[in-house]
C-alpha cells in the first residue's frame, strides 16, 4: 500500500463533491468520453459495458492484507455489489505508471495524476480534470483499473488499484495520520523509492477478476476494465431534476443507465452515419438500442431529409471573432406523434422527463435546445434561453452543432472548438465566455453569448406565432425562473463562479385542490430523503406511504409482506418541519422518535389558535417494517403541514416510490 501519494483524500473528494447532478449522468458521460477517445484505429466503433453484480466481501478483501481488518469491520455485509465498465477496439491504458516526453501516457494520466489536464484538443472529450474522479463517488473509495494494451510488439496486462477517502473520517481505512489516497499494487523501486506500480503477472490478476467473475482480454483484444467495488446503487440511479411521475421507465440499473446513455449520447450511439466513429453501448450484456424520441433526435441530428418537418440553418455572426459559420442549428417543431411521445402503443414519456430536466409538459412546453461539440456528446439542454414555448400539443426541439474548426479572423491558430471546449467545466455541461491567454481573440470577441443570441432570435423570429409576451411569462416558465433562484446550481466540481445564495427553504403552497405533495431531496447518506406536505380541513387525515414499483404494479408494504416478501425499503426517521395557519407558521424541527412508532403522537402547537396534530408511523408490531406515515388535524381550523421522511433501502434491487394523498373527514 506504501507508495506515491497525490495530495490528500479529503481535496479529491470535495472538488468532486456534486449534490445535484444525477450520479448515473456524471459516470455515462465520463466513462463513455474515455471509451471514444482511445478507439483503436484498425476498428470502426468502440463498445462499452456498464454492468453490476455481486461479490464475496471476504475473497476481496484477503487481497489486501493490510487493509483486510479495516474492510471486514467497515463493511457489514457479506456479499456485496460492484459496478464494471468495460470498452473493447480501443487502446487500454497505454504507458507507464509515470510520465514520458512525447510517448503515450494513458495509465499515468487516468490512474496515478489524479488532477492531470488536457484541454488542447476540441476532438477529445474526456480523460482530463478532476471529472475523471467520478469513479471513486460510488463505493467506499476503492477503484480498480484491469487493462490489456499493444505495445512495443506485444500485448500486455495490467492491473492497478487506487483507494481515495477522507483522511480526516473516523471511517477511514487507512487510518489516522494518513493522506486518505494510496495506491495498490507490486512493490517496485524506482529511482530509489519503493512504488505501488500495476500487477503485470497475469495468473495474479486473473486471481483477482475471479472474484468478481470478470474475464480477461485474449487474442488480440484490447481494452479497459474499471471495477468499483462495494457499489452504492442508491446514489447512482435515486437522484434525478424531473419531478413528474409519468416515467416510461423503471428506476433501476439497467433502465437508468439505458435512459442516461441516450439523453448524452444519441448523436453517436449506433449511428453509422455519424461523421467519424460510433460506439456500441450495451448494460449487463444488452445491447442499448435508441427509443422512438431519441431515434428522431439522431435522425435530426443526421440531417435525414426523410424528416420533411425539420429546418437546417447555419448560425454567424461576424463581430463573434470569426468569419466561418459558426455552428448548424436543426429545428424540429410538431405534434406529440412527431416525436413518438405520450402516444400508443410505446407511450414514451413526454421530452421534458426524458432528457431531465425541471420541466413538466403543460400548457405551455417551452423549446428545448440541445447543443454539442462535433464529439457527439450532449454539452446540455437548455429550456430556458428564450421564451418561446409551444401549444400543450406540440413539441420544438432544436440541436446546435458546432463548427469546432471554425478559426479566429485574427488569430487563425484559435480554433473555436478548442476555446469552448476550455470553458466547460470538468464534466463538460455549458458552454461560457472566458479570459483566457491561449485564446485572445476569442476571448476579446465573446462567442458564447454571441452564438446563444444568434439561436435565440432565430426561434423566436420563425416561431413568433407561440413567443410568450414580454411582460409576462406562462405558469410553466415563471416556474422555472423561480426553481433558478430555489436550486442549487448543477456544476461539477470547482465552479468558475461563486455558486447563490440558496434561500430559506419555504413550506410547498399545498391547497385544497392539490392537498398532497412528494419531493425528493435526494441523499443523505446511504438514505433517501423526501418531503411530503398537506393541505388539511378539521379533522382530515394526510396519508404518505411507502411502495414497491414492479412489471406488475405497485405493491403497497402491506401486501407485499402479506405475500411472504421481504420488505426492500423502510422508513427510518419522521421529522415534522413547519406548520402553517392562516398567516401563522411554526417552524421547527421535531423528530418523532422511534419507541413512540406504532402509536398515535398528538403534538400541540405555539400558535394563537392552539392547533393540535396527531402523527402515526405504522408501526403494527415490533416485526412489522415502518411503512407509513399519517398526519391529522384535530384543530378547528385549515392547516398546511410539510415533514421529511429517511428511507432506508434495504434490497436495491427494487424500485420505490412514494405515495402521498388526503383522506377527507368522515
Given at each position: 500500500?506504501?507508495?506515491?501519494?497525490?495530495?490528500?483524500?479529503?481535496?479529491?473528494?470535495?472538488?468532486?463533491?456534486?449534490?445535484?447532478?444525477?450520479?448515473?449522468?456524471?459516470?455515462?458521460?465520463?466513462?463513455?468520453?474515455?471509451?471514444?477517445?482511445?478507439?483503436?484505429?484498425?476498428?470502426?466503433?468502440?463498445?462499452?459495458?456498464?454492468?453490476?453484480?455481486?461479490?464475496?466481501?471476504?475473497?476481496?478483501?484477503?487481497?489486501?492484507?493490510?487493509?483486510e481488518?479495516?474492510?471486514?469491520?467497515?463493511?457489514?455485509?457479506t456479499?456485496?455489489?460492484?459496478?464494471?465498465?468495460?470498452?473493447?477496439?480501443?487502446?487500454?491504458?497505454?504507458?507507464?505508471?509515470y510520465?514520458?516526453?512525447?510517448?503515450?501516457?494513458?495509465?499515468y494520466?487516468?490512474?496515478?495524476?489524479?488532477?492531470?489536464?488536457?484541454?488542447?484538443?476540441?476532438?477529445?472529450?474526456?480523460?482530463?480534470?478532476?471529472?475523471?474522479?467520478?469513479?471513486?463517488?460510488?463505493?467506499?473509495?476503492?477503484?480498480?483499473?484491469?487493462?490489456?494494451?499493444?505495445?512495443?510488439?506485444?500485448?500486455?496486462?495490467?492491473?492497478?488499484g487506487?483507494?481515495?477517502?477522507?483522511?480526516?473520517?473516523?471511517?477511514?481505512?487507512?487510518?489516522?495520520?494518513?493522506?486518505?489516497?494510496?495506491?495498490?499494487?507490486?512493490?517496485?523501486?524506482?529511482?530509489?523509492?519503493?512504488k505501488?506500480?500495476?500487477?503485470?503477472?497475469?495468473?495474479?490478476?486473473?486471481?483477482?477478476?475471479?472474484?468478481?467473475?470478470?474475464a480477461?482480454?485474449?487474442?488480440?483484444?484490447?481494452?479497459?476494465?474499471?471495477?468499483?467495488?462495494?457499489?452504492?446503487?442508491?446514489?447512482?440511479?435515486?437522484?434525478?431534476?424531473?419531478?413528474?411521475?409519468?416515467?416510461h421507465?423503471?428506476?433501476?440499473?439497467?433502465?437508468?443507465?439505458?435512459?442516461?446513455?441516450?439523453?448524452?449520447?444519441?448523436?453517436?450511439l449506433?449511428?453509422?452515419s455519424?461523421?467519424?466513429?460510433?460506439?456500441?453501448?450495451?448494460?449487463?450484456?444488452?445491447?442499448?438500442?435508441?427509443?422512438?424520441?431519441?431515434?428522431?433526435?439522431?435522425?435530426?441530428?443526421?440531417?435525414?431529409?426523410?424528416?420533411?418537418?425539420?429546418?437546417?440553418?447555419?448560425?454567424?455572426?461576424k463581430?463573434?471573432?470569426?468569419?466561418?459559420?459558426?455552428?448548424?442549428?436543426?429545428?424540429?417543431?410538431?405534434?406529440?406523434?412527431?416525436?413518438?411521445?405520450?402516444?400508443?402503443?410505446?407511450?414514451?414519456?413526454?421530452?421534458?422527463?426524458?432528457?431531465?430536466?425541471?420541466?413538466?409538459?403543460?400548457?405551455?412546453n417551452?423549446?428545448?435546445?440541445?447543443?454539442?461539440?462535433?464529439?457527439?456528446?450532449?454539452?446540455?439542454?437548455?429550456?430556458d434561453?428564450?421564451?418561446?414555448?409551444?401549444?400543450?400539443?406540440?413539441?420544438?426541439?432544436?440541436?446546435?452543432?458546432?463548427?469546432?474548426?471554425?478559426?479566429?479572423?485574427?488569430?487563425?491558430a484559435?480554433?473555436?472548438?478548442?476555446?469552448?471546449?476550455?470553458?466547460?467545466?470538468?464534466?463538460?455541461?455549458?458552454?461560457r465566455?472566458?479570459?483566457?491567454?491561449?485564446?485572445?481573440?476569442?476571448s476579446?470577441?465573446?462567442?458564447a453569448?454571441?452564438?446563444?443570441?444568434?439561436?435565440?432570435?432565430?426561434?423566436?423570429?420563425?416561431?413568433?406565432?407561440?413567443?410568450?409576451?414580454?411582460?409576462?411569462?406562462?405558469?410553466?416558465?415563471?416556474?422555472?425562473?423561480?426553481?433558478?433562484i430555489l436550486?442549487?446550481?448543477?456544476?461539477?466540481?470547482?465552479?468558475p463562479?461563486?455558486?447563490?445564495?440558496?434561500?430559506?427553504?419555504?413550506?410547498?403552497?399545498?391547497?385544497?385542490?392539490?392537498?398532497?405533495?412528494?419531493?425528493?431531496?435526494?441523499?443523505?447518506?446511504?438514505?433517501?430523503?423526501?418531503?411530503?406536505?398537506?393541505?388539511?380541513?378539521?379533522?382530515?387525515?394526510?396519508?404518505?406511504?411507502?411502495?414497491?414499483?414492479?412489471?406488475?404494479?405497485?405493491?403497497?408494504?402491506?401486501?407485499?409482506?402479506?405475500d411472504?416478501?421481504?420488505?426492500?425499503?423502510?422508513?427510518?426517521?419522521?421529522?415534522?418541519?413547519?406548520?402553517?395557519?392562516?398567516?401563522?407558521?411554526?417552524?421547527?424541527?421535531?423528530?418523532?422518535?422511534?419507541?413512540?412508532?406504532?402509536?398515535n403522537?398528538?403534538?400541540?402547537?405555539?400558535?394563537?389558535t392552539?392547533?393540535?396534530?396527531?402523527?402515526?408511523?405504522?408501526?403494527?408490531?415490533?416485526?412489522?417494517?415502518?411503512?407509513?406515515?399519517?398526519?391529522?388535524?384535530?384543530?378547528?381550523?385549515?392547516?398546511?403541514?410539510?415533514?421529511?421522511?429517511?428511507?432506508?433501502?434495504?434490497n436495491?434491487?427494487?424500485?420505490?416510490?412514494?405515495?402521498?394523498?388526503?383522506?377527507e373527514?368522515?
Amino acid at each position: 500500500l506504501d507508495g506515491d501519494f497525490v495530495g490528500e483524500g479529503s481535496t479529491v473528494l470535495a472538488k468532486i463533491n456534486n449534490k445535484t447532478t444525477p450520479g448515473v449522468d456524471l459516470l455515462v458521460r465520463e466513462s463513455i468520453q474515455n471509451t471514444l477517445d482511445e478507439i483503436r484505429p484498425d476498428k470502426t466503433c468502440g463498445i462499452i459495458d456498464f454492468s453490476s453484480n455481486t461479490f464475496k466481501k471476504s475473497a476481496f478483501a484477503s487481497t489486501i492484507p493490510q487493509l483486510e481488518s479495516a474492510i471486514n469491520g467497515f463493511v457489514k455485509e457479506t456479499l456485496c455489489h460492484f459496478l464494471v465498465i468495460s470498452d473493447s477496439n480501443t487502446n487500454g491504458l497505454l504507458g507507464e505508471p509515470y510520465k514520458r516526453k512525447d510517448k503515450p501516457n494513458n495509465l499515468y494520466n487516468l490512474v496515478y495524476d489524479i488532477d492531470s489536464h488536457d484541454k488542447k484538443d476540441q476532438n477529445v472529450g474526456g480523460s482530463w480534470g478532476i471529472g475523471k474522479s467520478v469513479y471513486y463517488r460510488y463505493g467506499i473509495g476503492f477503484v480498480f483499473y484491469y487493462t490489456r494494451t499493444f505495445e512495443d510488439g506485444q500485448y500486455q496486462e495490467k492491473l492497478a488499484g487506487v483507494l481515495i477517502q477522507d483522511e480526516k473520517s473516523k471511517d477511514c481505512l487507512l487510518g489516522p495520520d494518513t493522506t486518505g489516497i494510496c495506491f495498490i499494487g507490486d512493490t517496485v523501486e524506482h529511482e530509489g523509492k519503493k512504488k505501488r506500480w500495476p500487477i503485470y503477472d497475469s495468473t495474479k490478476i486473473q486471481e483477482f477478476l475471479d472474484i468478481f467473475g470478470i474475464a480477461r482480454y485474449n487474442e488480440q483484444q484490447t481494452g479497459t476494465k474499471v471495477i468499483i467495488p462495494f457499489l452504492n446503487s442508491a446514489s447512482l440511479i435515486q437522484r434525478r431534476i424531473y419531478e413528474g411521475t409519468d416515467l416510461h421507465w423503471n428506476i433501476n440499473f439497467e433502465d437508468c443507465f439505458s435512459m442516461a446513455i441516450q439523453r448524452w449520447w444519441f448523436p453517436r450511439l449506433n449511428n453509422s452515419s455519424f461523421k467519424g466513429k460510433m460506439f456500441i453501448a450495451k448494460v449487463n450484456g444488452k445491447k442499448v438500442e435508441l427509443n422512438p424520441f431519441f431515434s428522431v433526435l439522431q435522425r435530426l441530428f443526421n440531417n435525414d431529409p426523410s424528416i420533411k418537418e425539420s429546418a437546417m440553418v447555419p448560425i454567424t455572426n461576424k463581430k463573434s471573432g470569426t468569419e466561418d459559420t459558426l455552428g448548424y442549428l436543426f429545428c424540429l417543431k410538431g405534434e406529440k406523434s412527431l416525436f413518438n411521445v405520450c402516444v400508443p402503443p410505446e407511450n414514451l414519456s413526454n421530452p421534458y422527463a426524458q432528457i431531465d430536466v425541471a420541466q413538466e409538459s403543460g400548457q405551455d412546453n417551452p423549446v428545448i435546445l440541445a447543443y454539442m461539440r462535433r464529439f457527439g456528446l450532449v454539452v446540455d439542454y437548455d429550456i430556458d434561453k428564450c421564451k418561446l414555448t409551444t401549444s400543450p400539443n406540440e413539441y420544438l426541439i432544436a440541436l446546435f452543432v458546432l463548427n469546432d474548426d471554425a478559426r479566429a479572423k485574427d488569430n487563425p491558430a484559435e480554433s473555436l472548438g478548442r476555446f469552448l471546449k476550455a470553458s466547460e467545466n470538468p464534466d463538460h455541461k455549458g458552454w461560457r465566455d472566458i479570459d483566457d491567454k491561449r485564446f485572445p481573440s476569442f476571448s476579446d470577441h465573446r462567442p458564447a453569448s454571441k452564438i446563444f443570441k444568434r439561436i435565440k432570435n432565430y426561434l423566436e423570429e420563425n416561431y413568433k406565432e407561440h413567443s410568450a409576451p414580454d411582460e409576462t411569462y406562462g405558469p410553466a416558465l415563471l416556474r422555472r425562473k423561480v426553481g433558478k433562484i430555489l436550486l442549487p446550481p448543477s456544476d461539477f466540481g470547482d465552479a468558475p463562479e461563486k455558486e447563490p445564495k440558496i434561500p430559506k427553504r419555504q413550506i410547498i403552497k399545498v391547497t385544497h385542490k392539490r392537498p398532497s405533495h412528494v419531493a425528493f431531496n435526494g441523499l443523505l447518506g446511504n438514505l433517501l430523503s423526501y418531503d411530503i406536505s398537506f393541505a388539511l380541513k378539521p379533522s382530515e387525515l394526510g396519508k404518505a406511504k411507502l411502495n414497491v414499483v414492479t412489471n406488475s404494479g405497485n405493491f403497497n408494504i402491506v401486501d407485499w409482506e402479506r405475500d411472504g416478501f421481504a420488505s426492500p425499503i423502510r422508513i427510518k426517521k419522521v421529522t415534522m418541519k413547519c406548520v402553517e395557519i392562516d398567516k401563522d407558521s411554526y417552524e421547527h424541527e421535531i423528530e418523532i422518535p422511534q419507541q413512540r412508532w406504532g402509536s398515535n403522537q398528538k403534538i400541540r402547537l405555539p400558535l394563537p389558535t392552539n392547533p393540535e396534530i396527531e402523527i402515526t408511523v405504522s408501526k403494527k408490531t415490533p416485526q412489522t417494517t415502518p411503512h407509513a406515515v399519517y398526519v391529522k388535524n384535530l384543530s378547528q381550523s385549515d392547516l398546511r403541514y410539510q415533514m421529511t421522511i429517511l428511507v432506508e433501502p434495504l434490497n436495491l434491487s427494487y424500485q420505490m416510490t412514494v405515495v402521498a394523498d388526503v383522506e377527507e373527514a368522515k
